[in-house]
Every structure is written in C-alpha cells, then in structure tokens.
C-alpha cells in the first residue's frame, strides 16, 4: 500500500505518513473529484419522487461531513488517534479538513472538538465491522468465504428464504462493486432478489440488520443508491428469540450510525 510522505517531525505528529497515497491527498487538497459530493447538493421531495436542490450552505456542509467522515475513518483503519484526527482536520493547510474549521470559527472551538469526535467514534465503529482488503483478489476470496457462510446457514421458514433471497441479491452488488462495501436502492435490490419491496423491507428489519448481515453505511438520495456492507452475521435468522426484538430503519444521524439500536419488545 503506498503512502504520500511530507518531511520531518511535522509529517510524525500528523500521521500522514501512515495514511494511503490517495488518503493523504483527500486530507491535503480535499475532494478534487467530487467523488463525496454525489447527493450532497439536492434532495428527495416530499413526493419521494422529485430531487430538488439544497441551499448551498446546507449542501456544502454535507460534502464537507463525507470528506470529514471519509478521512476519519482512514485514520482509523491506519491505527491513528482522535488527536491525530483533530491534527489532521485543523491545520490551516489541509484542504480536507475546511469542514470542520468552518464549524470552528462559527460555533467555537468546542463545538468543533464535539463534532470531531462524534465522527470518530462512529468512523472507529464502522472500521472495527470492516475487514481490510487490500486487492481485488483478496476481495474475491473474501467475497467467496462471506457466501460460503451464507449458503450453509440454515434459513427456516418463509421469512427466513426471503431474507436469504435479499441477501444472495445483496452480495450479487457486491461483487460486481469488488468488495463487501457497495452500493444499492431498494427497487434495484427487490429486483434482483425477485420480492416486492414491502417484502424487503421486512427481511432488512426483522432479519438482515438485527443478527448482522447488513450494516447500512449511508442512505440513499433520489437516484443515488443506499451504501451497504456485507458481513458474516452473528445469530441464526431461524432463532426463536428474532420475535422478541424490532428495528427500525432510519437516516443516519449527521454520522456514519445506520439505525437505532435493538432493544426489548414489551411483554
């Protein structure tokens, strides 16, 4: 993995040094692709079909979170600090970091410090249900191991082969995408999977998301996919205890969260 060096005590106390090539430059000279801008600048009307613009403000501070939430979550997987963050993101000559100087100087510096560090705690959370992949065939392989765990889980019943469905469907996206992280909306996943959406969503809900398979990274906005990464699970879908827990689906909340934790169902 290759890395941008800049000279001397100043690259140590930073950490640029253990961050990858394009990491570094994400923190040197920001999204110069636009790559994190996709949906920032509009939004979803209340017809949930229209896509109608954001005030700029409000679109820019968006952008600015996903640069803020991206090189997070770099730092993270580089083994890095909530100083080295915090570093990182206020030095005056890095790019990738305007968003939060810019919650500095309206809000205060508190405020700013308070900001930084709800992104890291959920960069670290996200990062710490990631595996590293370095190469696309040590991603094939991975891939290959998370279907393997898919196809010998038992799926009982109705709603078990429903959720298995969603999720064949689900690695399917991933695949194509070249990892577990990958894109997808619900009407491209209900399709892929043959179900109806109202189907979907009760195999995300009551299966897929609380015994782990699914973590939903960011929702999606007008044509623009929800971003999904795949895991191995940790309870079987057939356990008697699913009926006793709910979730809910929610946007996340100015974050990298996917959704309210689980918790008990009154008896």
């Known amino acids: 993995m290759s890395s941008i060096a800049v000279g001397g005590d100043h690259a ?7 961050l990858p090539r394009a990491a570094a430059e994400l923190v040197l000279l920001g999204d110069l692709t636009g790559r994190y801008a996709a949906g920032s600048y509009s939004r979803l009307g209340s017809d949930k079909q229209s896509v109608l613009p954001r005030a700029d403000r409000q679109g820019e501070s968006e952008h600015g979170h996903r640069i803020t939430a991206a090189i997070a979550c770099h730092v993270a997987r580089a083994g890095g600090t909530l100083d080295q963050l915090t570093h990182l993101l206020m030095h005056p000559d890095h790019e990738g970091g ?3 100087r810019t919650i500095s100087l ?3 510096h508190g ?3 308070d900001y930084v560090s709800r992104v890291w705690a959920s960069a670290s959370a996200a990062v710490g249900t990631t595996v590293a992949v370095e190469a696309r065939p040590h991603a094939l392989e991975d891939l290959a191991a998370v279907r393997d765990r898919i196809e010998t889980t038992p799926w009982r019943g109705e709603r078990g082969r429903t959720a298995l469905r969603v ?3 689900h690695l399917n996206f991933a695949e194509r995408a070249g990892g577990r ?3 997808a909306s619900e009407r491209q996943t209900a ?3 043959g ?7 009760n195999a995300y809900e009551s299966v897929l998301k609380p015994h782990g398979w699914l973590h939903r990274l960011r929702v999606g906005q007008g044509c623009e996919g929800s971003l999904w990464y795949l895991t191995t699970g940790h309870q079987e879908p057939g356990d008697r205890s699913l009926s006793r827990f709910h979730t809910t689906q929610c946007p996340p909340t100015g974050n990298l969260r996917s959704g309210l934790p689980l918790r008990p169902a009154r008896r």
């Open 12 to 18: 140590a106390l930073l950490g640029l040094q253990y």
């Open 98 to 100: 305007h968003h939060a």
């Open 106 to 108: 309206r809000s205060g």
């Open 111 to 113: 405020r700013a410090h």
């Open 167 to 169: 999720l064949r469907a």
């Open 181 to 183: 992280q990958h894109s």
């Open 191 to 193: 399709e892929e999977a």
């Open 195 to 201: 179900v109806s959406r109202q189907a979907l969503r």
